[in-house]
């Protein structure tokens, strides 16, 4: 356009100065060594003219010529990209269509000279993984990983497929490459999660909760009941562990979680290893607070036969518990164990009537046998056999 201007704009000066120069013409002398060319200056401003444009007209052929060598030498790699690029359209429909083996395949030509090679390694071990086509799925993988902005996607990737895939110990080394932390992705937290749940790994859950609290993975609810079962499950683990590791488990409880269930546990625990009388004491001051069921039934199941205290406090709420089966259950195996067999058939009696079920009646016949009431005792039997 700048160059058309220009030459608009020599015409033009050309046709303005024409008239004052047909009677002037003036000359030019050039002298080249012995030689000398002697014209008017008219003339020779033409000859430039023509020269400039003969020059631009080189100058374009040039140019047309190089770039038409160029454009031939790279035409078949155009054609690649333009295939990689159809290639890859045709696996996103594919995958929208979960047409899995269409999908791997144009996914995996269009990684070759895509823009993209990375997704499409992805999207292509996804749709391996559809189709259980588990060794080509990690050579996807693998590929992709070379890529090191694809990396955290990689190994995301992979944990999700090995947990599909239900290679848990495998998805566990993988999982612990990612460093599930405060900072990692929401994604990864998720993973973690459902990988410990399923491992049981409590320590490693109860690290993460904090994490999950406050990235608000779930709800409230479900935090709060997933650090009670947490804690339960190390409490369970603790008392079969010894002494020392169920006081550091308990005291990895804190106060406001400390729950007449985890309690119990604790102190079944405590009992176990002969800290009876500790325990007996930690449920006596907590029942004085709150006449807990699970608590009373764990007060009578470790109450030593000549423990007063204990036994005195469960008489003294037998009125108020009188309809708790759970109580009644509990004082009857107590009354077995002091050897008060008519009291405990009492107690069993009434646990039959609260909530009757196949071991209570059969618990009933047992004692009512051993007390020689053959009668109702086959009775107790045939409720039994009923249920």
């Known amino acids: 356009m700048i160059r058309a201007l220009a030459f608009l704009i020599i015409i033009l000066l050309g046709l303005c100065l024409n008239p004052f120069m047909v009677g002037n013409t003036g000359y030019v002398y050039v002298a080249i060594a012995d030689k000398q060319i002697e014209t008017s200056l008219v003339f020779a401003t033409f000859l430039l003219v023509l020269a400039f444009g003969l020059l631009q007209l080189v100058e374009w052929l040039l140019i047309r010529l190089l770039t038409l060598m160029i454009n031939s030498r790279l035409l078949p790699e155009r054609w690649r990209r333009n295939a990689a690029r159809k290639n890859t359209l045709l696996g996103a429909l594919a995958l929208a269509e979960e047409n899995w083996q269409q999908a791997e395949v144009s996914m995996a030509k269009g990684a070759q000279k895509g823009e993209l090679p990375a997704l499409n390694l992805l999207a292509a071990a996804r749709a391996a993984q559809h189709q259980q086509n588990y060794e080509q799925r990690d050579l996807y993988l693998t590929e992709a990983e070379t890529y090191p902005q694809a990396q955290q996607a990689v190994r995301t990737s992979r944990v999700r497929y090995l947990m599909q895939q239900q290679a848990w110990d495998e998805a566990a080394r993988e999982l612990d490459k990612l460093h599930p932390g405060p900072r990692s992705s929401v994604p990864v937290l998720k993973l973690a999660l459902e990988l410990y749940r399923q491992e049981k790994s409590w320590g490693e859950l109860l690290k993460l909760i904090p994490v999950l609290k ?174």
């Not at 400390?258 to 004491?281: H, M, P, T, V």
């Not at 109450?303 to 009188?322: G, M, Q, R, W, Y």
């Open 214 to 387: 406050k990235k608000q993975i779930s709800t409230p609810e479900e935090l709060a009941a997933l650090e009670h079962t947490v804690h339960t499950h190390r409490l369970e683990h603790a008392s079969e562990a010894g002494l020392p590791q169920l006081e550091l488990t308990w005291g990895d409880v804190p106060r406001t979680q400390q729950d007449s269930d985890l309690l119990a546990l604790y102190c079944r625990g405590l009992a176990k290893f002969n800290q009876g009388e500790k325990a007996i004491k930690l449920l006596l001051k907590s029942l004085k607070k709150h006449l807990h069921p699970e608590l009373i039934v764990t007060l009578a199941e470790i109450a030593p036969t000549d423990n007063d205290s204990a036994i005195k406090f469960l008489s003294d709420i037998a009125v108020a518990e009188e309809n708790n089966a759970a109580y009644q259950e509990a004082m009857a195996k107590l009354n077995q164990r002091r050897r008060e067999f008519k009291q405990a058939k009492l107690h069993w009696q009434r646990v039959c009537e609260l909530a009757p079920s196949r071991q209570s009646w059969l618990a009933l016949g047992e004692l009512q046998q051993q007390l020689g009431d053959n009668l109702t005792a086959l009775n107790s039997f045939h409720h039994a056999a009923k249920m």
